[in-house]
């Protein structure tokens, strides 16, 4: 029995040390594999990190370039840059100054001066310790030209881990059916397409450098949203605090902001206008000097400077005086009046043609477009400037764009939405009947031409048709429905159906005068209506189906990967 007590207990002791020791292999093995685990994540985080750097970087290439040449094609360093001024705006525009300064007092000590000008406007919104900036200035008071140099200067000095100004019209944006992420990711792959290949997590590198804080909105335009949604989208943008620049016309602004509220943490500066010794300076050095006097340099310009500075009381003085206060009125007179030889800019100040401000910036408008589109290629222009563009063919093309983006209710030019344009009729009709005239040749040589226009005009018109009216669905979000991609395949079948019918009864008739042709002939008269309408009926059917699974093609999801 006593042997038997120790057997049992060398057993049990045994397997005690069995058990104590599998738990600790099994204890090393999983602490092996979290470190395993978890250097493989770090990895994998670090390949996700290094990817989205090299496509911030390669994005602040492309950024730069882009509004490098959109200055110089502005002329805006042609000869210096218009100096740009601003200062802080009134109080009841922006934020506490604790919540902007991020500091725990209602002092007057938090208040910051943020006034300046163009080369500063970096510094300044690097003052702001919120990184929240509101830029508010009248028509053509310099905001556009601001966002540009913002944008630059702050390439300039970006490091590999910095944010990357991305400077985008505001006005697309609709508030009440797309966050500003999902429409911020939109629109930077619109215009860089590039960034919709995907990262490992399955978002499109776009999204992922919005959500990883690498992209700083520069957002323009505030005031050409539609009046309805511009509170709505300062209510939007305060459900973050990410740094942003938002530019409006004040006004507009002051009213968003009484419907809604103050853009949270924000700070706000309103240009000032242009000042007679701003016009001095730079008018008379962007044109040709007429006459050297004792050394000093003199200009067509110098009698419109003189005016303003000795008669600043007469009617037609401030009448110059007002419309000249801004970049845009004065970029419009260098172009007029220094860029054309001939002209004199004295006429500025007859009242009888300009009796009010009103009508001498329409003068200025209208006349920009001759003085822009003067040179014809024969002229010694510049190479930049040798086309053959005359300017009335110059005024009806950006005439007929502008009624176009009237209509669509935007101010941003998208090359994608010139199809507009062409009525949708014509567009499926030129479609249908480019299809049945290929399809009709290329049936023609082993069956019959007839039959196979029929065929080709019916499968035609059930694309087009099917293609255009699915347009809506696809670009205004929501609107998706069963019922819609009914009356899809029903207008895409139509035309074709139709259209087939016509042709092979009315071929089929002329040949059935023919004795000889008449089996063929109606057999063309039967065939071209059944293909026409079983094509077109097939192309609209599928081309509706593709509709509703298209990408952005009924839903308010933005591809931005999520």
Request: charged fraction near 20%.
């Amino acid at each position: 029995m006593i042997a038997m007590s120790w057997v049992v207990r060398i057993v049990a002791i045994t397997g005690g040390v069995v058990g104590i020791a599998t738990g600790l292999v099994a204890a090393v093995i999983a602490v092996l594999k979290y470190r395993q685990d978890r250097k493989s994540e770090t990895h994998e985080e670090s390949d996700i990190e290094q990817l989205l750097a090299d496509t911030a970087r390669k994005l602040a290439y492309a950024v730069r370039v882009k509004w490098h040449d959109e200055e110089e094609q502005r002329r805006i360093h042609d000869p210096f840059p218009l100096p740009v001024r601003w200062g802080n705006s009134d109080e009841g525009l922006f934020d506490h100054w604790s919540n902007i300064t991020q500091l725990r007092t209602t002092a007057d000590s938090s208040k910051l001066d943020l006034s300046g000008c163009l080369d500063k406007i970096v510094d300044i919104f690097e003052r702001i310790p919120s990184k929240r900036l509101v830029v508010l200035g009248s028509a053509g008071s310099g905001k556009t030209i601001l966002t540009l140099r913002f944008a630059l200067d702050l390439l300039a000095r970006r490091s590999d881990s910095d944010t990357v100004p991305v400077v985008v019209s505001i006005s697309s944006w609709d508030p009440s059916t797309v966050s500003i992420r999902d429409w911020l990711v939109t629109r930077l792959l619109e215009e860089h397409p590039g960034l919709g290949a995907s990262t490992q997590g399955g978002f499109s590198l776009a999204a992922a450098l919005v959500d990883r804080g690498l992209i700083l909105p520069v957002l323009d335009g505030l005031d050409e949203m539609a009046i309805s949604l511009r509170a709505a989208a300062l209510i939007a943008l305060n459900l973050s605090t990410s740094p942003l620049l938002l530019t409006s016309r004040p006004v507009e602004y002051a009213i968003a902001v009484d419907a809604a509220d103050v853009l949270t943490a924000a700070a706000a500066i309103t240009l000032v206008d242009l000042t007679i010794d701003d016009l001095a300076d730079y008018l008379p050095r962007t044109t040709r000097k007429t006459n050297v006097n004792e050394g000093r340099p003199e200009t067509k310009w110098d009698a419109v400077v003189a005016r303003l500075r000795q008669e600043p009381d007469m009617p037609e003085v401030e009448i110059v005086r007002s419309v000249l206060s801004t970049p845009l009125m004065v970029g419009l007179a260098r172009v007029i009046y220094s860029d054309v030889r001939e002209s004199d800019p004295s006429e500025l100040f007859d009242i009888d043609r300009f009796p009010t401000p009103h009508a001498l910036e329409d003068h200025l408008l209208d006349a920009f477009i001759p003085a822009a589109y003067r040179y014809s290629p024969r002229d010694a222009a510049p190479a930049w400037r040798r086309h053959g563009w005359a300017a009335e063919d110059a005024e009806r093309w950006l005439t007929n764009l502008a009624i176009h983006l009237r209509v669509l209710g935007t101010r941003d030019l998208a090359w994608w939405q010139l199809r507009d344009t062409v009525p949708r009729s014509v567009r499926m009709l030129v479609g249908g009947l480019v299809a049945g005239i290929g399809a009709g040749i290329l049936l023609g040589s082993v069956w019959n031409f007839w039959v196979g226009f029929g065929l080709g005009l019916g499968f035609g018109a059930g694309v087009a048709a099917a293609y255009e009216c699915r347009q809506p669905i696809r670009t205004r979000p929501g609107t998706h429905g069963r019922g819609r991609d009914v009356a899809t395949t029903i207008a895409g079948s139509i035309p074709g159906g139709v259209g087939g019918a016509l042709l092979g009864a009315s071929i089929g008739g002329i040949n059935g005068l023919a004795p000889k042709a008449l089996l063929a002939s109606r057999t063309g008269a039967l065939l071209n209506p059944l293909l026409g309408i079983t094509v077109g009926l097939v192309a609209g059917s599928g081309f509706a189906l593709a509709g509703r699974f298209a990408p952005g093609g009924g839903g308010t999801r933005a591809s931005g990967g999520e």
